[in-house]
């Protein structure tokens, strides 16, 4: 698998990745032409790439610690990891708000959240337009800063490499930290 990296990964995903047990297992969620699992995969992790059509990875060199799941996350049907767990989860440029409590239990303790997509503003500029599709202002930090610690967050406009408004985040599940106690 080496030297085939379909585009190159998002500086947010390059920048946290080594926050994840080493050679510990990741999901790619609605992983696309697999650019973050190959680079993960790059890194010793065992990945696991879901999207609802595998192909272009698929045809790709393969990794000896890939598992490949193609399944339509939002039709309905049953989550395709159900009882599994992740030390790492990286999701990138896409939005399906009732997998929110779903990702969150597939995040081992001490599991690494990684996720950076589209924001409200974005329409704008480029697709996607639907707010269906859009993060709200603070949304993504608010869902998770209920569960995990988060480590960064940004949001806003960025121009590299075209105008586009996101939210990024990492953060840890950390539960034995739990909520500080009140003086």
């Known amino acids: 698998m080496k030297n085939h990296l379909p585009d190159k990964p998002l500086k947010w995903v390059t920048r946290f990745a080594p926050l994840i047990s080493s050679g510990g297992t990741v999901l790619d969620l609605a992983c696309g032409n697999g650019r973050h699992t190959f680079f993960l995969a790059e890194l010793d992790f065992s990945m696991t790439a879901v999207d609802r059509n595998t192909t272009a990875i698929s045809k ?27 030390d790492g989860i990286v999701v990138t440029n896409y939005l399906h708000r009732p997998l929110f409590p779903t990702i969150l239990a597939s995040l081992r303790e001490d599991g690494v959240l990684i996720y950076e997509t589209f924001s409200l503003g974005n329409e704008e500029f480029s697709r996607p337009s639907n707010p269906d599709f859009l993060l709200k202002p603070g949304e993504l930090l608010k869902v998770c ?19 586009a408004v996101k939210q990024r985040l990492c953060a840890v599940n950390r539960p034995h930290f739990g909520k500080p106690a009140l003086i």
């Open 60 to 86: 790709a060199e393969q990794a000896d610690r890939l598992e490949l799941i193609e399944a339509d996350l939002e039709d309905g049907r049953p989550w395709p990891l159900a009882g599994r767990q992740f």
């Open 145 to 163: 800063s209920e569960h995990l610690r988060i480590v960064a967050y940004e949001e806003g406009l960025e121009n590299d490499p075209a105008p």
